[in-house]
Each structure stands twice: as structure tokens, then as C-alpha cells.
């Protein structure tokens, strides 16, 4: 294809995260050519979006005319999937745990550092970090300008350093969201506003954008006020999952007080 032609682009899946790359993609140029979705209706639905983008019946059955085909189906299913797309059909997953060679043929990754659910799945993703990989020069450079066109940044993520940063997001996202629900789950059994966190949790913020977080720490641990804890720890005895709060408390709280102590700065 031409470096200064339309990307054309067809999808497998109509998740979220199709729907949040397809949309990015329509936005910055990118045509959507055809998509395929197990449930037909939901494939239509995505489909309807775009001007000109048709729904197959078949995998099998893609259009040859594209620069690739994006793979947009949870991991365990990206190699069966795969293994139905022609094979002189350049292809793309956007799996941050799986390695790109499950895709067979000529391949490549276009991952993502974002999170995508039912609040996220319309968000714009200018600036967006996208780490990218590919088996071929050609196939790399129009995954460069897929993303360049999504409005997001590229780096160089081969599978180990997607790896690494994707074990640094379950941290980042999927732990920390999950401490907010904690916290959230408190308030609201105590019959307070789940607003009341918000100051501190765009305190967190600061520190992942300047990479200072281990220094932002603060708290009772930190201290080790072992009479805050046993206060927190009585508190938590009156909520309804009190013997896993418990156990979350206490282990977080010793990494917390070790880490410190074994690596201050």
C-alpha cells in the first residue's frame, strides 16, 4: 500500500476494545472495511459507525484489499482465530500478555497501555503509549502510522518488554482499582459519600506522571503507628467481608513498612 494512501483496516471481535480502536482508528482517518463477530448482531452494531464497512459471515471470507486485519478477541482465543484468515492477510492482536507469533504469518501487536471498560470504551486516546511490534520492517512501519492515526505514541515493545509493562499495569490498574473498591466498599457501608477520596486518589496521579509515587508514600505503615493499625484493624471487623479485608490490610501494610525500610531514598 501506499505510505500517503487510506489505511484499511478489518476487524475480528466487537468488544471494547474493538469498539474503542475502531472508533480511534475512524477518527484519524483509518477506513474500516469489514468486521466479523461471532454474534452478528453486535458485529452490525459496530459496523453501523462507519461509512462503508460491511459485516462477513466468515473469517474465511475478509476482503484481501486491506493493510491488515486487527485480532480483537480475548487471548485464549486468538489462535484459533488466527488460524481462519487467509494467509497472505497481514495481522495484528492487541494483547499485552500474548506473544505475537501465536498469529501466525506475518504479524504484529498494536497494545494499548489503557484500560478498557463501560466508562473507558469512548474515550479518545490521544497520548496513549501503544507498545508495537512486528515480524517484518513494512508491517512495523504501517502499525507505526496506525497509531500515529489513533492519536496515540509508539515504543518498542517486543514480547518481553510488553511483558514487563503489562505486569506494571496489573499494578498500576487492575491492584489499584481494585484498593478504590476497597475503599469505596467501606464508605458506602458506613453510609458516607465515595466522593471523599477523590482529592487523594488524584494525588495518586500525580506521582504516576512524574514516576515519584515510592516517595508520595504515606500513611500509618509507613510510620509504623501500630496503634492507628489496631484501630483500623477493630474497624474492619464490622464490615461484611471483614476476614479478607483483614488479610489485604496486613499484608499490604508489612510490604509497605519492609519496602521503606529496605529501600529508602
Known sequence: MNHNSTLRISLVGAGKVAQALSRAMALGGVEIVEIYNRN??????????????????????????????AVLVKDDAIPETARRIAPNLKRFHASGATDRNVLGEENGVVWPVKSFNSESVNDNLNGVAFGIDASSDSLKQTLDRLVKCMGGRVFDAPSEVRSQVHLAAVFADN???????????????????????????EGLLKGAATGTSFKRQ???????DKSSQKTHLDLINSFSNAQELTEFYTLVSKHISESHNTHKQ
Open 40 to 69: 452478528r448482531i453486535e458485529a452490525e452494531k459496530l459496523a453501523a459507525e462507519f461509512k462503508n464497512a460491511s459485516v462477513v459471515d466468515r473469517i474465511e471470507d475478509f476482503n484481501t484489499n486491506v493493510d491488515a486485519v
Open 175 to 201: 491492584f489499584a482499582n481494585h484498593c478504590l473498591a476497597l475503599s469505596q466498599q467501606i464508605l458506602q457501608e458506613s453510609g458516607l459519600s465515595t466522593d471523599l477520596m477523590q482529592t487523594i486518589s
Open 218 to 224: 504515606t500513611g500509618v505503615a509507613i510510620r509504623g
